[in-house]
């Protein structure tokens, strides 16, 4: 399961345009439009991306739920 958060932040101001949790990364990938491959990248810990560096650039916030034990 993750969680993906799509968000737009101006000065003190900001505006969530999606907030749901999804069971695969496809499915992340099918909502927002983009490919697999664009949103494991997004997802990934790695650095800033080029195209994440302008003014109005949506801020995507990929995260995994971590799995609970369930009562066996």
């Not at 990248?41 to 916030?61: A, L």
């Given at each position: 399961?993750?969680?993906?958060?799509?968000?737009?932040?101006?000065?003190?101001?900001?505006?969530?345009?999606?907030?749901?949790?999804?069971?695969?990364?496809?499915?992340?990938?099918?909502?927002?439009?983009?490919?697999?491959?664009?949103?494991?990248?997004?997802?990934?810990r790695g650095g800033?991306?080029?195209?994440?560096?302008?003014?109005?650039?949506?801020?995507?916030?990929?995260?995994?739920?971590?799995?609970t034990k369930s009562?066996?």
């Amino acid at each position: 399961m993750f969680n993906c958060k799509v968000y737009q932040e101006c000065g003190s101001a900001s505006m969530t345009l999606l907030n749901r949790d999804f069971k695969n990364l496809k499915e992340i990938a099918a909502e927002l439009g983009l490919t697999y491959q664009q949103v494991a990248d997004i997802s990934s810990r790695g650095g800033m991306k080029n195209y994440q560096k302008f003014k109005y650039y949506p801020k995507i916030e990929i995260t995994k739920i971590p799995k609970t034990k369930s009562t066996e």
